[in-house]
């Protein structure tokens, strides 16, 4: 192999910048032409592909977002767009293709494999951590440490003003920003999709609090179970009284500087990442399970069961009381 490329698909993440500097330099390191891809699957398909160097890719990993840009690409859905993306690969010679993304890009990577004989590999490229078979996702750490700090700020102006507040983070259908960065900001109450919660129970926890004189209450709610002002509402329908507020977190949670753990995951990646395109793998992902770099099969790997760490979930109730 003399040629890979590398791209970022959907949603950005901090440590992508960090991912693309390792895979850059590690590829020219190993003899590779290395290139970049600009905004994505887009990019393959508009044929937005251009040679890297060392210098592209100078003072990037202290920063967030992504400089090859990143979109979410509906017509890659369709196998006549990944066949322009595919000839667009093969009329620069690019055999191997890395792409730092989460599990819509994970799927478009699987079918340049499958339908064309791209050889593709994956570095799990998202916030919301949730991909089953990598314990962390590059991104998540920084998100929860965001998170961490806006719980921090918040609970001085509740403690301040005897206030409940809810705090809404992002995180689709998986509740992992939620639960650690709820753990770790010692939030009283922490809802997240995975599991159902007792709108009554909450009320009442609510009323305990005020009753025996704890001035503040924080409540951190996981986007996929419902909207931060729903909540509000069905807690003042409930009997809570005094002041609500509500703190939606949005965008924020993607950028900033990518973390110490971030910055390390995505050099270990992107290292195992260009090697497994070296000994001419395709059709794989990357990973960290019980602190260990791995790689699965791409289609095994999506085909995974998420699940969630309930008894991590246990400790939070018995510590938010």
């Keep these: 192999m003399r040629k890979i490329a590398v791209l970022t698909s959907g949603g950005d993440a901090p440590g992508m910048n960090a991912a693309i500097r390792a895979v850059t330099r590690y590829a020219i390191e190993q003899g590779l032409e290395i290139y970049g891809v600009e905004r994505g699957y887009t990019g393959l398909i508009n044929n937005?592909?251009?040679?890297?160097?060392?210098?592209?890719?100078?003072?990037?990993?202290?920063?967030?977002g992504t400089i090859l840009k990143t979109s979410r690409c509906?017509?890659?859905?369709?196998?006549?767009?990944?066949q322009i993306a595919a000839e667009n690969l093969e009329a620069y010679g690019i055999e191997g293709l890395v792409v730092i993304g989460g599990d819509g890009s994970f799927r478009g990577a699987?079918?340049?494999f499958v339908d064309f004989g791209v050889k593709t590999i994956g570095i799990p490229g998202t916030i919301d951590n949730d991909l089953s078979y990598t314990d962390f996702t590059l991104g998540f750490?920084?998100?929860?440490?965001?998170?961490?700090?806006?719980?921090n700020n918040l609970r001085d102006t509740m403690t301040s003003h005897d206030r409940v507040c809810i705090i809404e983070?992002?995180?689709r259908k998986c509740g992992d920003i939620a639960l650690y960065a709820g753990i770790g900001g010692g939030a009283e109450s922490i809802l997240v999709p995975e599991l159902p919660f007792d709108e009554?129970?909450?009320?009442?926890?609510?009323?305990?609090?005020?009753?025996?004189?704890?001035t503040s209450d924080i409540i951190v709610l996981a986007e996929g179970v419902c909207k931060a002002e729903a909540l509000k509402q069905k807690l003042?329908?409930?009997?809570?009284?005094?002041?609500?507020?509500?703190?939606?977190?949005?965008?924020i949670q993607r950028g900033g500087t990518p973390s110490m753990q971030d910055r390390l995951l995505a050099a270990e990646f992107g290292i195992r990442a260009v090697n497994l395109l070296i000994e001419g793998k395709g059709g794989r992902v990357v990973g960290i399970r019980n602190n260990q770099i791995v790689d699965d099969d791409i289609s095994e790997a999506l085909a995974m069961p998420r699940k969630f760490n309930e008894e991590l979930y246990k400790y939070a109730l018995t510590l938010g009381k």
């Design 200 to 214: 009554k129970e909450l009320v009442r926890k609510i009323k305990t609090n005020q009753r025996i004189g704890k």
């Design 48 to 64: 937005k592909i251009f040679q890297m160097n060392r210098r592209s890719v100078s003072d990037i990993i202290q920063r967030g």
């Design 110 to 112: 699987k079918d340049l």
């Design 74 to 82: 509906e017509e890659f859905i369709q196998k006549d767009y990944r």
């Design 141 to 151: 750490d920084t998100t929860v440490n965001t998170v961490l700090s806006a719980i």
């Design 169 to 171: 983070v992002m995180g």
């Design 236 to 251: 003042k329908d409930g009997g809570v009284t005094g002041s609500i507020k509500t703190t939606t977190l949005g965008y």
